[in-house]
């Protein structure tokens, strides 16, 4: 089975820190992803990442920013911490073998944010 | 441009059928998908439908496409307690060349009543 992890449940932090989510899958994923979770929002995607240093924005970019230096690592980063940036944040891979593997997404447990 | 809606919430007796309703706008997705996520828990697939089917079934879920009206529907047989989740629908969509998004919706909530 895949796994992907991340690596808090639970976080909270002070406006104006800076943030950094880690996220590690173990099946050698070409595609990962970071997306927030809000109530009557669904899922919004921030950034993903389609190859190691390799990274495109997605609908909400602003604000963060991320990196993948290795293949089973993707981080996201919260330049300076805002309290509209408290959310859920889900962490998710994909084989990336082209349509139909592309979107069969593995999701970590989510991290939340809190930012006081 | 992209939209994926669903209702927020739906309430079943245990053992009645429950059915999940979405509406999409991409007409162009190869490919349409059930999310589940349990309390505390990252998402989960459940199910797809490639879009030249109109139905597909897997023990107790059927997935319905109307292609034409853009609407997909999830029915669960016999819903237990342990259906209990927030379902997703997502549409993929080409973004940036050749990689594809999904798209989710808002997401709704199936409560199970014993």
């Known amino acids: 089975d895949v796994k992907v992890t991340q690596s808090s449940r639970y976080l909270v932090k002070r406006t104006g820190e800076k943030v950094f989510l880690e996220c590690v899958q173990d099946m050698d994923h070409e595609n990962m992803f970071w997306y927030r979770q809000d109530p009557g929002l669904g899922l919004r995607l921030i950034y993903f990442s389609y190859d190691v240093k390799m990274k495109e924005k997605g609908d909400i970019p602003e604000g963060y920013s991320v990196s993948r230096e290795k293949k089973e690592r993707f981080s996201l980063i919260l330049e300076s911490a805002s309290t509209n940036q408290t959310s859920m944040y889900l962490c998710?891979?994909?084989?990336?073998?082209?349509?139909?593997?592309?979107?069969?997404?593995?999701f970590g447990s989510g991290t939340q944010l809190s930012v006081l | 441009g992209e939209d994926v809606e669903q209702s927020l919430f739906l309430s079943v007796r245990e053992g009645d059928s429950s059915v999940i309703n979405c509406t999409y706008t991409d007409s162009s997705s190869t490919y349409l998908y059930w999310y589940k996520q349990e309390p505390g828990a990252g998402l989960q697939l459940l199910t797809y439908?490639?879009?030249?089917?109109d139905m597909k079934q897997d023990q107790r879920l059927t997935v319905l496409l109307n292609k034409k009206d853009k609407h997909l529907s999830l029915r669960i047989a016999d819903t237990q307690t342990g259906d209990s989740a927030i379902y997703f629908c997502a549409e993929s969509n080409k973004y940036g060349g050749a990689t594809n998004k999904l798209i989710f919706g808002t997401g709704t909530l199936l409560a199970v009543q014993p």
């Open positions: 998710a891979s994909s084989l990336g073998l082209g349509p139909g593997t592309n979107e069969k997404l593995f």
């Open positions: 439908i490639f879009s030249n089917m």
